[in-house]
């Protein structure tokens, strides 16, 4: 159900869940300092626990009550708020334990959406909102992306168009000693560590899932208990057009998807069905579609999707890979 910003306001207020626009995806809404209302989160998107909600404020001094924010912080949000770049602190007690699955950190952003950043200014509370789909499955980059994703569950949802960034924010640690990416995103290290003049670091996790992708060709990667942001067909990644169209996997119920207009042709002259997340293979663009594509590609009711993906796991790129590999059940790269 599509409902306006005063309905979504008036809704949020008592305790409800509304799906809002954000510039990075939808998210699913609702009052991050009362736990019943967390809890509610994480039931409609079936959620483990353990996992912790980002929460949403306009700007630092609306998040200054809720964590210990030290000079770096306040720089960092001074140069990347609004936008989408999600920072961890040590969290203050007014933040329920519900929201940071147990730890003694919390995770902020301040949106760059008018519609979210509207009802943040009027509800004069801060919102906790993971990405609006049921959990592991893709991310929604428009409203009717979230009906198709929940059915019958759907939460009330304000249209605000299609999110401009299209994948989910970089989330930078700055609650220990150095400064360390958890999550790549649209904001890369590389424009971190320019701007803050400082080295940021990757997660371990994040350099592994690139890592074990190189080195074990054909190998299932990642296994099915992390798979994350997945469509429901099984997606196979692939390192070029070449290999798929030798590789033993490929039928002709698949369907393929590319990131170049130039694989695209090489694809159709084969007569397979395609899709193409970009033109160019510009990662902008790719992080833009990605979501879209995957559903759209869902709705076909292929026997298999196959992603060509013959860029570098670099800058914007690598944002875009780590979340095809955890969309992935296997990668042939
Ligand atoms: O772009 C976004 O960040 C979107 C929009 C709606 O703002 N939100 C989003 O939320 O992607 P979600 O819940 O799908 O992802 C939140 C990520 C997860 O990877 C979670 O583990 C991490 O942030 N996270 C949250 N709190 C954390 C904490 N205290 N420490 C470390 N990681 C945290
Ligand atoms: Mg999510």
Not at 75 to 100: A, N, S, Y
């Amino acid at each position: 159900m599509l409902i306006s910003e005063d309905d979504a306001l008036a809704r949020l207020k008592v305790g409800d869940l509304v799906a809002l626009p954000t510039e990075t995806v939808y998210g699913l809404a609702g009052l991050a300092l009362q736990a019943k209302t967390v809890r509610k989160i994480f039931e409609l998107k079936g959620r483990p626990s353990s996992n912790p909600l980002i929460v949403h404020v306009n700007d630092v001094s609306g998040a200054k009550n809720l964590a210990e924010f030290n000079d770096l912080a306040i720089r960092t949000c001074k140069i990347f708020w609004p936008g989408p770049l999600t920072i961890v602190l040590p969290k203050k007690d007014l933040i329920p334990l519900e929201v940071t699955a147990g730890n003694q950190t919390v995770a902020l952003r301040a949106p760059n959406h008018p519609v979210f950043r509207g009802i943040l200014d009027r509800l004069k509370q801060p919102l906790a909102a993971p990405s609006a789909n049921p959990s592991n499955r893709t991310s929604p980059t428009t409203a009717a992306h979230i009906a198709e994703l929940f059915g019958d569950k759907v939460p009330p949802t304000v249209d605000g168009g299609v999110c401009t960034v299209g994948l989910e924010s970089t989330v930078l640690d700055l609650s220990s000693d150095r400064p360390t990416i958890l999550r790549p995103g649209m904001i890369t290290r590389k424009d971190l560590q320019l701007a803050l003049g400082e080295e940021v670091l990757l997660a371990p996790h994040i350099i592994q899932g690139i890592d074990k992708i190189y080195q074990t060709t054909g190998a299932q990667s990642p296994g099915m208990s992390d798979c994350h942001y997945a469509p429901k067909t099984p997606l196979f990644l692939h390192a070029g057009t070449k290999q798929l169209l030798e590789s033993a996997e490929l039928s002709r119920e698949d369907l393929i998807i590319v990131c170049t207009a130039e694989e695209k042709n090489i694809i159709e002259q084969k007569d397979f069905s395609c899709l193409a997340l970009s033109i160019s293979g510009n990662g902008e663009e790719i992080a833009h579609n990605l979501y879209s594509v995957l559903i759209e590609a869902d709705k076909k009711k292929s026997r298999r999707l196959h992603l060509i993906f013959s860029q570098k796991p670099e800058g914007q790129n690598r944002a875009v890979f780590d979340r095809l590999n955890k969309a992935a059940v296997r990668s042939i790269i």
